[in-house]
């Protein structure tokens, strides 16, 4: 299973569309820092499975009855869905991991820094950021198969552009 994550898009669409288009993912989820480009997104692969969490950009223009924090299973792996800011991840990850492991996440998935990230803790937890998708053009792909994580690794523009 291929599930492709984005964050940050700031109706910068064209990346996201990018990925949508080569990479064919299972599922996307996008986190937050404008959600309608996720809802943009949705109809370009109905296919995949879709999450989506709002960000920080989002708290004036959006239904605030979404949730800040989605806990999903995917492929057998369970799931820590947040944009960060409501953990302060720019000033640090305590808040994210703690609260990712209290959920019983093996993967927990931030937007916000516009920094990728990807890289797994000493107890195992995963945590990735895909950075900036709309003004940098990077994502994470996570490859999952029968609920273990087989890979994990940050796309940019370039790359998309090479495979094509």
Same mark, same amino acid.
Request: net charge negative.
């Given at each position: 299973? *291929?599930? /492709?994550?984005?964050?940050?898009?700031? *109706?910068? #669409?064209?990346?996201?569309?990018? +990925?949508?288009?080569?990479?064919?993912?299972?599922?996307?989820?996008? /986190?937050?820092?404008?959600? &309608?480009?996720? +809802?943009?997104? *949705?109809?370009?692969? &109905? =296919?995949?499975?879709?999450?989506?969490?709002?960000?920080?950009?989002?708290?004036?223009?959006?239904?605030?009855? #979404?949730?800040?924090?989605?806990?999903?299973?995917?492929?057998?792996?369970?799931? !820590?869905?947040?944009?960060?800011?409501?953990?302060?991840?720019?000033?640090? #990850? !305590?808040?994210?991991?703690?609260?990712?492991?209290?959920?019983?996440?093996?993967?927990? #998935?931030?937007?916000?820094?516009?920094?990728?990230? +990807?890289? =797994?803790? &000493?107890?195992?937890?995963?945590?990735?950021? &895909?950075?900036?998708?709309?003004?940098?053009?990077?994502?994470?792909?996570?490859?999952?198969?029968?609920?273990?994580? =087989?890979? +994990?690794?940050?796309?940019? *523009?370039?790359?998309?552009?090479?495979?094509?």
């Amino acid at each position: 299973m *291929r599930l /492709l994550i984005l964050s940050d898009s700031h *109706r910068v #669409l064209s990346f996201m569309e990018q +990925c949508v288009d080569t990479l064919h993912p299972d599922c996307v989820i996008h /986190l937050g820092d404008y959600y &309608p480009d996720g +809802c943009d997104l *949705r109809p370009l692969c &109905p =296919q995949a499975a879709f999450y989506q969490v709002p960000g920080n950009c989002d708290e004036y223009g959006c239904d605030l009855r #979404l949730p800040r924090i989605l806990t999903p299973t995917i492929g057998g792996v369970k799931f !820590y869905l947040t944009h960060g800011h409501q953990h302060h991840v720019k000033q640090s #990850l !305590y808040y994210l991991l703690q609260d990712a492991r209290a959920a019983g996440a093996r993967i927990a #998935l931030y937007g916000h820094t516009h920094i990728p990230d +990807c890289h =797994q803790e &000493p107890d195992g937890l995963w945590v990735m950021n &895909p950075g900036a998708s709309g003004s940098a053009g990077s994502a994470d792909i996570l490859e999952i198969e029968n609920g273990t994580i =087989q890979s +994990c690794r940050l796309i940019r *523009r370039a790359d998309l552009e090479e495979a094509l």
